[in-house]
């Protein structure tokens, strides 16, 4: 039944279906939560989770600035390939996969950028409908538990910024984002619109400035030992494909588009080598 307010407009209290929790959101939430345990426990994820347990075997025996020598699609931040070479010594040591060591704290990142969402929609009647939409996306699955990488880490810090500034805590907001250039380079796409959202120039310098020096902070050993191989290897990388260990390719232009209509390899010589880089 409606209340009635003081001026006798009835307030209808009782809300829908996608406004509260119900056992529709908890079993999503359940299934989205049981593929990525399965993805995690038993798949060997893409062609990028060989290539990072390559990686960090590489970093652990030769050590960082030697490796990134050594091979040059060592593109990763030498913070993130540090740990994971960490990572890999767990491995052999327990001998647990490290396919599974790598992708789990991933998958439970990804859990935690839901969390997050979930806060920075507040009142939003459709709130609990974004929410699990997001955590039932088949794209936020494959990258956060199949795929092998840390792409899913970028969305996790960049959310996590925005959070902390919605509550005006820069230095928090900005630290956030730029320890998240320690993982993973593409977050720093975020930084002019959250630096726009700011009101006032100096609340906007003040971001800046300790934006920089959190994320400088992540590379400067490296860079001090070694700024040419990190500037060529890290910040002069760009894309590849997204693909099974099989070579099979999962997602982006290639998929989308030459499913439809010829391959590069078929178009006239001249147009190859574009073609094929923006596929990439």
Avoid: C
């Amino acid at each position: 039944m409606p209340e009635l307010t003081e001026n006798s407009k009835p307030i209808h209290t009782e809300s829908r279906w996608f406004s509260r929790a119900g056992i529709w959101f908890w079993l999503l939430i359940a299934l989205g939560a049981a593929l990525r345990i399965y993805l995690v426990l038993f798949t060997q994820g893409t062609y990028d989770a060989g290539l990072w347990q390559l990686h960090s075997t590489g970093a652990s025996e030769l050590g960082l600035l030697n490796y990134y020598h050594a091979n040059h699609n060592a593109n990763h931040p030498p913070l993130i390939l540090a740990l994971e070479a960490g990572v890999y010594r767990v491995a052999v040591a327990s001998r647990i996969p490290f396919p599974i060591l790598f992708r789990a704290p991933f998958a439970i990142l990804d859990a935690g950028t839901t969390l997050l969402l979930f806060g920075l929609l507040g009142v939003n009647r459709w709130r609990f409908v974004l929410t699990a939409a997001y955590w039932i996306n088949p794209l936020a699955i494959l990258l956060s538990a199949y795929h092998g990488n840390t792409d899913s880490a970028v969305a996790f810090f960049v959310l996590l910024s925005i959070r902390f500034l919605s509550k005006e805590q820069i230095a928090a907001g900005a630290s956030a984002l730029g320890a998240g250039l320690w993982i993973k380079l593409p977050g720093v796409l975020a930084v002019p619109a959250l630096t726009l959202y700011l009101r006032g120039w100096q609340k906007r310098l003040l971001f800046l400035l300790i934006f920089g020096a959190v994320a400088l902070l992540g590379y400067l050993p490296a860079l001090i030992g070694d700024a040419a191989v990190i500037a060529t290897n890290v910040f002069g990388y760009h894309g590849r494909m997204l693909q099974t260990q099989g070579g099979v390719a999962l997602w982006g232009p290639r998929v989308l588009f030459f499913s439809i209509i010829d391959p590069p390899d078929q178009w006239a010589v001249q147009l190859q080598a574009p073609v094929f880089f923006s596929a990439e």
